[in-house]
Nanobody
Framework: QVQLVESGGGLLQAGGSLSLSCADP????????AAWFRQAPGKEREFVAG????????LYADSVKGRYTISRQPSKNTVYLEMKNLKPEDTAVYYC???????????????????WGQGTQVTVSS
C-alpha cells in the first residue's frame, strides 16, 4: 500500500515563506506525475503546481506563479513545494498527489490522481 508522508506547513504572516515536502518511502511512484493541491474551507480542491517524474516540466496555477516552486528529488522520492510571499488567500490544507499512472488527461483535475498525502495546514495571517 502506497503511503505518502507530508511535512511542513504552519502558521505565518503574510509575506513569509514556507516549504512543504512529500515523500514516497516505498519508492513506488517514481514514474508518476506529482502535484500539489490545496483546499480552503468551503471551496473545492484546486491544483497548485505539478511536475513530471523527471522534474523537467512544471506547471503552476496562475494564482501562485512566480511565488511557488515545485521540485522533485528522485533519489529521495520526494517532492517539494517552496512558497514565498505568502498571502492570506493562500490559507488552505495542502495535499501532495501522484497520478494513477505516467499519463494524464487533465493535469489540473484531482480525479487524475490516485495517491494522496494526509494534508498539511498552511495558515497565512494578514
Amino acid at each position: 500500500q502506497v503511503q505518502l508522508v507530508e511535512s511542513g506547513g504552519g502558521l505565518l504572516q503574510a509575506g513569509g515563506s514556507l516549504s512543504l515536502s512529500c515523500a514516497d518511502p516505498g519508492r513506488t511512484l517514481s514514474d508518476n506525475y506529482a502535484a500539489w493541491f490545496r483546499q480552503a474551507p468551503g471551496k473545492e480542491r484546486e491544483f497548485v503546481a505539478g511536475i513530471t517524474w523527471s522534474g523537467g516540466d512544471t506547471l503552476y496555477a496562475d494564482s501562485v506563479k512566480g511565488r511557488y516552486t515545485i521540485s522533485r528529488q528522485p533519489s529521495k522520492n520526494t517532492v517539494y513545494l517552496e512558497m514565498k510571499n505568502l498571502k492570506p488567500e493562500d490559507t488552505a490544507v495542502y495535499y501532495c498527489a501522484f497520478s494513477f499512472g505516467p499519463a494524464l488527461t487533465n493535469i489540473l483535475s484531482p480525479h487524475e490522481y490516485g495517491y494522496w498525502g494526509q494534508g498539511t495546514q498552511v495558515t497565512v495571517s494578514s
